[in-house]
């Protein structure tokens, strides 16, 4: 209803004192999610079926725990190789001399289209490929043998697989961040005699980490759920520790609550860093609540 | 003009693709001289200062930095490109200042004229940094030191561009259009910066839409035309007998564009 004031009532409202909207929508909708949580809090906890206590005393499993170092050791070494990898992908896929760019959009093809199990059982069988690797001189002579069955070892195959993998995407998202700085402030670089590598390293990309951090945040979470894939070349990381329990003594659910315990609380650990990283380099930047970052 | 020019700009050639944004233009630039480069858009001006800065290449022709070759080295009978570093040392001797200012905004104001001192020039922070405090002064802007660039107003933030052209001390400044993206307030806060570099006998290239700002700062004017220098000389010559059409038509057609654009409050 409008109500329309004459001239005598102007300036007799002060909207200061406004009482509240009735919204019943949104009384109907807060008892409804207030239902459905109070039935899932019900079930977690008077199912006997979670075996809690089990959960309890597997949680900080030695072999459990070693797992979940494992899974952590290979998600950070591989991230941080492919990130750096995934750098210098990106600037040859907008490198100006053909081939490079030809090789790099290649190598991002290839290595984006092949699933990550397959790439761990392919590294992992290199050695029926190539029994021996060497370094020399191509087609001249060699200066050290090794053999590849003592090289690959699940470490090396994991660690190898994840990255290759991880550099083809992480190379994506860091073109995507290149391309979103303004092409100006590279003029303005060059313009002030810094080299091209200058102007990459301190201009370009701490302007390019704002857009390339969060899908970043994202690969990293995906990565580190993508080593419980390792268990197929018999690596024991997190989901491998809690299958051996399992394995023997058939606590299936509760072990894989453990799992994912730890899974969850590693992520949000990300996720915190995650967000100090956003505001680090988002320096001189408004934030999305308006507030200024320094 | 005594002794070798500042800069030399000998016939140089610039195209994109059908399109010829420099059709041969030659320009001399004398120490101490301030020049103006005026005319339509798309005539050119833009792409002659991101030229003699070796932001884009030349086709064809050379220019001269105190008499030494642009971007080219002698070799045999004949010249090819310099590498990129020797470039990057060319440039430092030229000061840019662009049109949408391209401070770095992850930078605080402070560190945005100390970055190049130190990186490339080699000087110690805390010279550059008294170097900065010095310039920011200059350009009326002591207060905003530790400022980063959002923080800033248009007219601010160009002056803070100018004092870090300004930092390495360049042999000549490029203004490519210094006040075009201000709005219309803040442009005189820029112009009273500039005057008092050229009042300072600092060489420089003004390329610029302010007709009025031009004649009064300028010692001389080059008026350009799809991507040829048509008329050049003391700006006080510049309505004298024997102008051009061309150039009366740009100045009458440009004075009643900018006044009834400033009538409407409209940017320019």
């Known amino acids: 209803m409008t109500t329309t004031a004459t001239p005598h009532d102007l300036g007799h409202v002060d909207v200061a004192t406004a009482r509240p909207r009735p919204r019943p929508w949104r009384w109907l909708l807060g008892a409804l999610i207030a239902v459905g949580l109070a039935q899932v809090a019900w079930f977690v906890t008077h199912n006997p079926r979670f075996e809690w206590p089990v959960v309890a005393e597997y949680l900080f499993d030695p072999n459990v725990l070693a797992g979940l170092g494992t899974s952590v050791l290979l998600t950070v070494v591989a991230m941080l190789a492919g990130s750096v990898l995934g750098v210098l992908l990106a600037l040859g896929q907008l490198a100006d001399f053909g081939p490079v760019r030809w090789v790099c959009t290649l190598y991002i093809g290839l290595f984006r289209g092949i699933p990550p199990l397959v790439q761990l059982l392919f590294w992992f069988n290199l050695?029926?490929?190539?029994?021996?690797?060497?370094?020399?001189?191509?087609?001249?002579?060699?200066?050290?043998?090794?053999?590849?069955?003592?090289?690959?070892?699940?470490?090396?195959?994991a660690l190898i697989g994840l990255t290759l993998h991880e550099a083809a995407y992480m190379a994506e998202i860091v073109r995507a961040g290149i391309l979103s700085v303004d092409p100006g402030q590279r003029d303005a670089a060059m313009a002030m005699g810094f080299t091209g590598g200058q102007t990459f390293l301190r201009v370009v990309l701490p302007q390019a980490m704002r857009v390339i951090i969060p899908p970043s945040g994202s690969q990293f979470i995906s990565l580190l759920k993508g080593t419980s894939l390792v268990s197929v070349i018999a690596m024991t990381d997190l989901l491998h520790a809690v299958q051996t329990v399992y394995n023997q003594t058939y606590q299936i659910v509760p072990m894989l609550i453990v799992a994912c315990f730890w899974y969850l609380v590693v992520v949000t650990a990300l996720s915190f860093l995650q967000q100090r990283l956003e505001r680090r380099f988002g320096r001189g930047q408004r934030s999305t609540r308006g507030e200024w970052l320094a | 003009m005594t002794g070798v020019p500042v800069l030399s700009v000998r016939n140089i050639r610039r195209s994109f693709g059908e399109h010829a944004a420099l059709d041969g233009v030659s320009l001399d630039v004398a120490q101490g001289e301030v020049v103006a480069v005026i005319g339509p858009s798309g005539s050119g001006k833009s792409t002659l200062v991101r030229c003699v800065h070796q932001l884009e290449p030349i086709d064809s022709g050379a220019m001269y930095l105190d008499g030494e070759l642009l971007g080219h080295e002698h070799a045999g009978d004949r010249v090819r490109p310099l590498p990129p570093r020797r470039v990057a040392e060319q440039r430092r001797r030229m000061g840019m200042v662009f049109q949408q200012f391209q401070l770095f905004p992850h930078w605080t104001v402070t560190r945005n004229i100390t970055e190049a001192q130190v990186r490339v020039h080699g000087r110690d922070r805390a010279q550059a940094h008294e170097r900065a405090v010095e310039l920011l002064a200059k350009v009326g802007l002591a207060d905003k030191a530790d400022a980063y660039s959002r923080q800033l107003s248009g007219g601010q933030q160009q002056r803070v561009a100018i004092a870090r052209a300004l930092a390495t001390r360049p042999r000549i400044m490029l203004l490519d259009e210094p006040t075009s993206a201000l709005d219309p307030e803040l442009v005189d806060e820029v112009l009273t910066v500039i005057r008092d570099l050229a009042a300072a006998g600092l060489t420089m290239i003004i390329v610029t839409h302010e007709i009025a700002f031009a004649l009064e700062v300028a010692d001389r004017f080059v008026f350009m035309d799809r991507g040829r220098v048509v008329e050049q000389g003391p700006v006080a010559d510049v309505l004298g007998d024997g102008r051009s059409d061309r150039l009366r038509a740009f100045l009458s057609r440009y004075t009643q564009q900018r006044g009834s654009a400033r009538e409407e409050g409209a940017r320019v």
Not at chain 1, 130 to 152: A, E, H, K, Q, Y
Request: charged share 5%.
């Open chain 1, 127 to 157: 050695a029926y490929l190539l029994p021996r690797l060497s370094i020399g001189v191509p087609f001249g002579p060699t200066f050290g043998s090794w053999s590849t069955n003592d090289l690959i070892t699940p470490l090396t195959a």
